[in-house]
């Protein structure tokens, strides 16, 4: 990061669509981190994740024009472009379709791979992952981080389609009290 | 639906978990659009799920960065030179949805999971056993150029031998033969053995003959040429070429003729010509 200059949300949509090139490098300083962590865990493998925050970013920038910040904050957009490559990634690779039908076979639940990645020793995290069930980090993460339907998340955790989104919304709550004590 | 059964409803979880349906996208965003407090609710889960996102931040590694200044330092520099081709119609088909199901994907889904006991096993083993036969047969085919190149080598190799030894023999009687007055460049040496009378052609500097034309070897023996066989000159590998034996000669020439060779040499095409003794 190293510059002193910050910019607000609203100066860095400006410079972006000015397609000024430190502006970026700002963004990127800024936002790489939590892209990378998401291409990462939807992904699992650092290499293909590097190519996909790439992507990433060359699509923020290429696409910035059609950012509209009456519709919502940058950060959201860029966590949806982030999260829809790695997802396509993740869906168009065969090679990548293997290795998520073996995360969602029988290991899908005793898989900390699935929820943890190993390198991440962040405290608010270590402290989220603890309090949230299992089932409940695994719910979130497969619909959030691998992409998956309802209807595949009922057969994944063997529940009824019906409670899918029930559990979901249990789980998130739950996340989002462990958050507010962080 | 009024405001508090969005809320309850498990809608905006699902919104925020990108596990909503295109359908209920819908009604949520409706719903946002109608109650600034839904869309508030929408908002607040979202950014605790950017929260979430973000505890599992991690730095990437630096090249990355330089890769992506360097490439979009080249499309602006392009840009300036009106040589950019927008490339924006295949990378952003849809690049603001939120990742939801589609009719195929339910029934892909409902196929792939029915599967999924089988699809592992499959999956797991034969994409080994590919990835293995790829493997296998990458180094087979390898094995087999590498194992020809070398037997091509052997060959030369052999024919290099053969030919030095010919030459080395202590009864070999060399005769250069320099070209002819048409041909000053054109070169190439008799190898006659004394005791043996065999008798080998070395091309040093022939231009290559048309298609339906040979190089012929004549000896002049006693004022008379003597036809002493064609030879082709293509394989380079083949220093020296076998010509009939003669037991003496006074000369040695070369002659272009009709594929075949002829009966009598075709003398504005001698090429070269050399003092057997």
Known sequence: MGSAVTYTESELVLGLKARNEKHFGYLYDHYSPALYGIALKVLN???TAGDVLQEIFLKIWRGIERYDSEKGRLFTWMVNIARNTAIDTL????????????ELGSNALASDQLAIHPSVDHL???KVLEQLSKEQRVIIDLAYYKGCTQDEIAKILDIPLG??????????????????QI | MDASRFISSGLIEAYVSGLATSNEIEELERGMAQYPEVRAAVDDCQLDMEQYVTL??????????????RIIADEETAKENGTYVEETAIAFPNEEKVYVSSAWRWIAAAVFVALLGS?????????????????????????????????LYRTRLEQMEASMNIVKSPSMKAVKMSGTKPFPT????VYWNQQSKEVFVMVNNLPEPAADKQYQLWAIVGGKPVDMGVFETGNKDELLHKMKSIDN??????????????????????YVAGKAS
Request: proline letters at 4%; hydrophobic letters at 35%.
């Open chain 1, 124 to 126: 608010g995290l270590v």
């Open chain 2, 119 to 151: 699809l592992y096993m499959n999956y797991i083993y034969s994409g080994q056993i590919n990835d293995y036969k790829g493997r296998y047969e990458a180094l087979l085919s390898s094995q087999n150029s590498m194992a020809s190149e070398s037997n």
């Open chain 1, 45 to 47: 493998d650092e290499a």
């Open chain 1, 163 to 180: 409670t899918v989104k029930t559990r979901m919304r249990n789980a998130i709550i739950q996340l989002r009290n462990i958050l507010k």
């Open chain 2, 56 to 69: 599992q931040a991690k730095t990437p590694k630096p090249e990355v960065k330089q890769n992506i200044l």
């Open chain 1, 91 to 102: 869906r168009s690779k065969s090679h990548k379709m293997g290795q998520k039908v073996a």
């Open chain 2, 249 to 270: 000669a006074e000369m040695f020439a070369i002659t272009l003729e009709n594929k075949g060779g002829s009966p009598s040499p075709t003398l504005d095409q001698m």
């Open chain 2, 186 to 189: 054109a070169l190439a040496t």
